[in-house]
């Protein structure tokens, strides 16, 4: 919120760049993660509460159409660099997390028991969320027969879809990569190669599992209450729109050699 009043208050300057306007939009994560960090909290999820806060307040009211424009690649880009360097990272160690399987997780079988354990959470992981999009759903119907208003359920392969799609990844491999080696008295970090091999193997898994199923549970699905015949407009609309902006940049990119 101090950062939305900060970007009102740019806006209210003329002249100000947008590049300025980006930048207080770029410092938000590092700004919550260092306070966080001070006294003593999670760095990692106030990155992220900061992220979900940022996109609920409103803050993009406040930039100009040339800032949202370049903040908007901006965090593609950066989305898609520090998504790749967390995996690139998690395959450097996966050699070492299979080999060096935790003791705790093979007392009955050195195979069966780490794998069956990695599923088993995996499963619940997805079972959770198939839950708490079921209690948004019918929160969300609850309320509009309170208001009156007209809703439709999402309905069994929606709610699965969501579940499986809601696959584990960089936040979960941010925040297991960042416990220390070991505690302020110098002894090692209890469990953590338990919880580094575990969170690694849900990932991988829900990976996995997404990949294979979601392509079939998705078949055919359509958004609740959207028509058919709207929806295969909406998919032509969005194909023409993206035929124009190629054409455009090809012709603006030929006007510029010429």
């Not at 997404?210 to 359509?222: D, M």
Request: charged share 15%; net charge positive.
């Amino acid at each position: 919120f101090v950062a939305a009043k900060a970007l009102q208050v740019l806006g209210r300057i003329g002249g100000t760049p947008a590049g300025a306007q980006v930048l207080v939009m770029g410092l938000l994560p590092f700004v919550a993660y260092l306070i966080a960090e001070h006294v003593g909290a999670s760095g990692i999820l106030a990155a992220v509460t900061a992220g979900l806060v940022t996109g609920t307040s409103g803050i993009f009211r406040h930039l100009s159409v040339s800032a949202r424009i370049q903040a908007m690649s901006l965090w593609s880009m950066l989305t898609f660099v520090f998504n790749g360097a967390l995996f690139i990272l998690l395959g450097l160690q996966l050699p070492d997390i299979i080999r060096r399987v935790p003791p705790e997780l093979t007392s009955r079988h050195w195979l069966f028991e780490p794998v069956l354990t990695v599923l088993i959470l995996t499963l619940c992981v997805i079972g959770l969320r198939f839950l708490w999009i079921w209690i948004g759903d019918m929160a969300s119907m609850i309320a509009a027969r309170l208001g009156k208003r007209k809703a439709e359920p999402f309905g069994f392969r929606v709610r699965l879809a969501g579940s499986v799609a809601g696959v584990r990844g960089a936040i979960t491999l941010a925040g297991i990569l960042s416990l220390p080696l070991a505690l302020q008295d110098g002894s090692p970090f209890p469990a953590r190669d338990v919880v580094i091999f575990l969170a690694a193997g849900v990932i991988i898994c829900s990976l996995v599992i997404a990949s294979l199923a979601l392509p079939r549970i998705a078949r055919g699905l359509v958004e609740p209450g959207e028509d058919p015949g709207a929806a295969e407009e909406r998919r032509a609309r969005a194909g023409a729109a993206k035929a124009a902006i190629a054409k455009i940049e090809s012709l603006a990119s030929e006007g510029g050699e010429g």
